[in-house]
């Protein structure tokens, strides 16, 4: 069956970085799109970053330049920095396997998650 694990996340304080992963397997890794999703307090879910199988990357509006989506196929392994983290970006932060992805990340399917990571950003 699908398992995404991830790893990484905890307390950082604003304007530090910290650095996600997410194990994939039960699937063939490469032929899927991937993403990272978001979930704060009071918000909607979004997608914050995501990348295609052929390796095209997007992000959302509020953390693009900050972060960067990448992925290692022979690992099976996603991974997410995140720079200069703000408060705002305080959420549990899951990884997902994407059905379907647009080029702007303004549209997308998520049909498997991971258990989903803590970050706290500090001010």
């Known amino acids: 069956q699908v398992q995404l694990v991830e790893s990484g996340g905890g307390l950082v304080q604003a304007g530090g970085p910290l650095r996600h992963s997410c194990a994939a397997s039960?699937?063939?890794?490469?032929?899927?799109?991937m993403g990272w999703l978001r979930h704060a307090p009071g918000k909607e879910r979004e997608l914050v970053a995501g990348?295609?199988?052929?390796?095209?990357?997007c992000y959302a509006a509020s953390v693009k330049g900050r972060f960067t989506i990448s992925r290692d196929n022979g690992k099976n392994t996603l991974y997410l920095q995140m720079n200069s983290l703000e408060p705002e970006d305080t959420a549990v932060y899951y990884c997902?396997?994407?059905?379907?992805?647009?080029?702007?990340?303004?549209?997308?399917?998520?049909?498997?998650w991971g258990q989903g990571i803590q970050v706290t950003v500090s001010s």
């Open positions: 997902a396997r994407l059905s379907s992805l647009n080029a702007d990340c303004g549209n997308y399917l998520d049909d498997n």
């Open positions: 990348i295609s199988s052929s390796g095209h990357t």
């Open positions: 039960g699937f063939t890794f490469s032929t899927y799109a």
